[in-house]
């Protein structure tokens, strides 16, 4: 077999791949597209960051407001519930402040709201935070026939 000599011999498949674009060929090198693929990831962690951190700024807000309200709501429940047992001939309302007399006997009970934000508790000599975190307390007495 004899070979042609006006043949032009082609090279390998694998080195043709890595050879340099010339004006007709299209399409990126594989050093653009990692350049590329890096940057969009710098940008896409930055991104990322900055949203994961203004979550965590909103969950520590929410949270704080939620340990004050199961607070506020443990205290309503405790007023409620000592109010239920009170006498109504003895009972004062005043801004900030609940006083009143059990059925049972006992001290006086008064419910104050301090200047700290608390909810405090006071029979006889003996006081006790019954909720932190509020911003006010405001009773209202109404007689019931």
């Known amino acids: 077999m004899t070979q042609n000599p006006n043949r032009r011999l082609e ?3 694998s080195w043709q ?3 340099r674009r010339t004006r007709g060929q299209r399409g990126f090198t594989i050093v653009e597209l990692l350049i590329v693929s890096s940057v969009t990831l710098v940008i896409i ?3 990322l960051l900055m949203l994961s951190e203004v979550g965590l ?3 520590r807000r929410t949270a704080v407001k939620q340990v004050a309200m199961d607070n506020a709501q443990r205290a309503v429940e405790r007023v409620s519930q000592e ?3 009170a006498s109504r001939t003895n009972l004062a309302c005043a801004a900030g ?3 009143f007399d059990l059925i049972t006997g006992g001290p006086p009970i008064t419910y104050s709201h301090n200047e700290a934000g608390e909810l405090v508790r006071t029979a006889g000599n003996a006081s006790q935070v019954v909720a932190v975190g509020l911003t ?3 009773p209202t007495c109404q ?3």
Do not use: D, S
């Open 45 to 47: 962690g930055g991104v």
């Open 11 to 13: 090279p390998p498949p």
């Open 97 to 99: 402040q609940v006083r």
């Open 83 to 85: 109010l239920r047992q």
């Open 136 to 138: 006010e307390f405001v």
């Open 17 to 19: 791949a890595t050879r």
């Open 143 to 145: 007689a019931n026939g």
């Open 57 to 59: 700024q909103v969950w």
